[in-house]
């Protein structure tokens, strides 16, 4: 298994933005679809992201869609989530994972993701 570490969160008023990054240990990270997920308070756990193994597919949920970036450096192990234009709403713990299966696009479904991280808090302030 892929071990996810996330980091970036913090405090940030409504239209700012955070760039979160998870570093993944292992020399197989590359052969893995990525994906963003996101807990607020009160509310099960949801899909943001994810991005394919080469990084040549991406996925957004529609409520960050124009917002959000996802990429990755295979190089560095890492995968990022660029926020931009956040509201109060995205506001919630945010998860990093890894794809159960090699060389897959990522999909929107937690079931498909098999690594996860500890997660990250991002508060957007009003």
């Known amino acids: 298994q892929v071990q996810l570490v996330e980091s970036g969160g913090g405090l940030v008023q409504a239209g700012g933005s955070l760039r979160l990054s998870c570093a993944a240990s292992g020399s197989t990270f590359s052969k893995y679809a990525m994906g963003w997920f996101r807990q607020a308070p009160g509310k099960e756990r949801e899909f943001v992201s994810t991005?394919?193994?080469?990084?040549?597919?991406?996925r957004y949920a529609d409520s960050v869609k124009g917002r959000f970036t996802i990429s990755r450096d295979n190089a560095k192990n890492t995968v990022y989530l660029q926020m931009n234009s956040l509201k109060v709403e995205d506001t919630a713990v945010y998860y990093c994972?890894?794809?159960?299966?090699?060389?897959?696009?990522?999909?929107?479904?937690?079931?498909?993701?098999?690594?996860w991280g500890q997660g990250t808090q991002v508060t957007v302030s009003s």
């Open positions: 991005i394919s193994w080469s990084g040549g597919s991406t």
């Open positions: 994972a890894a794809a159960r299966s090699v060389y897959s696009s990522g999909t929107s479904s937690q079931h498909d993701f098999g690594s």
